[in-house]
């Protein structure tokens, strides 16, 4: 798998991914450039320095002067997000989405949750994006450090999540507007796809539906500014429980 663009790559090689090969284009002296270069080589990262000409062969975005061949993305399972978040002394506070197909849409998602201290983000198997080097791309960086597991059930995976004291909340149009909801606590929160949104039967095994006030003529918002604001509204009633 190939990842390009400076965020990207430098938290790449911050994280300790697997980096077979660093692409650098020649002669670049700027402060950015240096500290990456210099921390790859601290890591014992192979370096080849390139042409710029080169570099826009490899790939077809703004590669900004650096490329990265990684293995591939490492997924974990359920019991490790759970895990994490023991470690931490913290109660679960995990995202999962439901049908979510657009790299971009997923990059967002996880860049979103990073920066929101969520524990883990939970994808299908099937009918759903995989994290490649788009949503690396789109995430700068956060997906090198936010675990993401791959199941094969969605509604299996929130039924464990129930059992382990997780309360399950549905993001969807028809429920209790989210600031009037109590999310301290344990938290988990289903995000559904572009168009279609949650699935029937996954909302009917989610202990809560939460919406979010829209006023203007569009009924629905994006999956990852959905997603932003529910988390950070998590965020910011576990902060004020703190200054409690």
């Given amino acids: ?21 660093l692409v650098v284009e020649k002669d670049l002296k700027d402060a950015g450039a240096n500290r990456i270069i210099a921390d790859a080589k601290s890591r014992g990262i192979k370096i080849f320095f390139r042409e710029k000409e080169y570099l826009d062969r490899e790939v077809t975005g703004k590669h900004q002067g650096f490329i990265a061949e990684i293995t591939d993305f490492g997924y974990c399972e359920l019991d490790d997000i759970l895990a994490y978040a023991k470690e931490k002394g913290q109660p679960p506070f995990i995202v999962l989405l439901d049908g979510v197909e657009d790299p971009h849409n997923l990059g967002s998602v996880l860049r979103v949750c990073e920066c929101a201290g969520v524990h883990g983000v939970v994808i299908p198997r099937h009918r759903s994006v995989s994290v490649n080097e788009t949503v690396i791309k789109v995430s700068s960086g956060a997906a090198a450090h936010i675990r993401v597991a791959k199941v094969t059930n969605i509604n299996e995976a929130i039924e ?8 399950v909340y549905c993001a969807d149009m028809d429920g209790e507007s989210i600031y009037d909801a109590k999310l301290d606590g344990a938290a988990a929160f289903v995000i559904g796809g572009e168009g279609a949104g949650v699935k029937r039967l996954t909302k009917s095994v989610c202990d809560k539906t939460v919406s979010l006030p829209v006023r203007g003529k569009v009924n629905s918002l994006n999956a990852s500014v959905a997603c932003g604001i529910v988390v950070y509204e998590k965020l910011r009633q576990d902060l004020m429980l703190c200054k409690d």
């Fill in 160 to 167: 464990t999540l129930k059992k382990q004291g997780v309360w």
């Fill in 1 to 21: 798998m190939k990842i390009y663009g400076r965020n990207s790559v430098a938290e790449a090689v911050k994280s300790g991914k697997t980096i077979d090969r």
